[in-house]
């Protein structure tokens, strides 16, 4: 599969190294909103209209 996926236009293997400085899942931005009940469940249109909450885009979901 690697192989295929290095056939892409613009795609390069990376070393090691830079695979260990690739840092991914949740920020903790959005961690903190998560476990302060940010609900990723209302759309930013309902946040605002149904529930007069404040959407967080950056994590996308809504601040009660």
């Keep these: 599969m690697l192989k ?5 236009d613009g795609a390069q293997q990376l ?7 690739i840092s991914g899942g949740i920020t903790k931005q959005c961690l903190d909103a998560y476990s302060n009940g940010c609900d990723r469940t209302i759309t930013a249109v309902d946040c605002f209209s149904l529930y007069e909450g404040v959407y967080n885009s950056t994590c996308k979901c809504c601040n009660l």
């Design 4 to 8: 295929n996926i290095l056939k892409l």
């Design 15 to 21: 070393s090691k190294n830079e695979q260990k400085e």
